[in-house]
T-cell receptor, first 116, second 112 residues
Framework: KAGVTQTPRYLIKTRGQQVTLSCSPI?????VSWYQQTPGQGLQFLFE???????NKGNFPGRFSGRQFSNSRSEMNVSTLELGDSALYLC???????????????FGEGSRLTVL | AQSVSQHNHHVILSEAASLELGCNYS??????LFWYVQYPGQHLQLLLK??????LVKGIKGFEAEFIKSKFSFNLRKPSVQWSDTAEYFC??????????FGSGTRLQVQP
């Protein structure tokens, strides 16, 4: 069974640009979560989607947005990039009703974004 | 809002030493608790979880964690670490149907 796939794996952008990251969950998983990982900060929750609906949202500015498609694939977008947005962006999928119910997140390898 | 604190940021142990990593959470109600591990070059994976029942939870690779409600703690333990346990360990909590909140992580380095 294929794992969570994230694209692109690495990307470099400049301040002010925007970026779109993609995530394909494990087949059959309908819940997708996004996290930002930075050294010393751990994982900061961005959003969680279930069946195309945003179920939870973290404390990030409106420049961070996401969506989920009918095939459960998800994208997140960051507009007007800032230097502080440099991070590893992790996507995770969960079976059933999501990790809070089932207890497990299956993570992808992440998309490493560098903002210059 | 729920939050998680991991007090040890970097731990260095010799092989066969015992391990205990601290995790404290803040939330007044019922919580679900997790430990995730990230081995070098690999993605995060679940080590163990607590939902209810026996507060002593056993996970993969000989790890266990004890939920102490009165102390709001969920410390991770292993009696004898191996070099292959070198990794970063994350404690996480969820309450209700909220998303998992992770701690800042503890980097464990096991020296042969």
């Amino acid at each position: 069974k294929a794992g969570v796939t994230q694209t692109p794996r690495y990307l470099i952008k400049t301040r002010g640009q925007q970026v779109t990251l993609s995530c394909s969950p494990i087949s059959g998983h309908r819940s997708v979560s996004w996290y930002q990982q930075t050294p010393g900060q751990g994982l900061q929750f961005l959003f969680e989607y279930f069946s195309e609906t945003q179920r939870n949202k973290g404390n990030f500015p409106g420049r961070f947005s996401g969506r989920q498609f009918s095939n459960s694939r998800s994208e997140m977008n960051v507009s007007t990039l800032e230097l502080g947005d440099s991070a590893l962006y992790l996507c995770a999928s969960s079976p059933g009703q999501g990790a809070a119910v089932t207890g497990e997140l299956f993570f992808g390898e992440g998309s490493r974004l560098t903002v210059l | 809002a729920q939050s998680v604190s991991q007090h040890n940021h970097h731990v260095i142990l010799s092989e066969a030493a015992s391990l205990e990593l601290g995790c404290n959470y803040s939330y007044g109600g019922t919580v679900n608790l997790f430990w995730y591990v990230q081995y070098p070059g690999q993605h995060l994976q679940l080590l163990l979880k607590y939902f209810s029942g026996d507060p002593l939870v056993k996970g993969i690779k000989g790890f266990e964690a004890e939920f102490i409600k009165s102390k709001f703690s969920f410390n991770l333990r292993k009696p004898s670490v191996q070099w292959s346990d070198t990794a970063e360990y994350f404690c996480a909590v969820s309450a209700g149907r909220r998303a998992l909140t992770f701690g800042s992580g503890t980097r464990l380095q096991v020296q042969p």
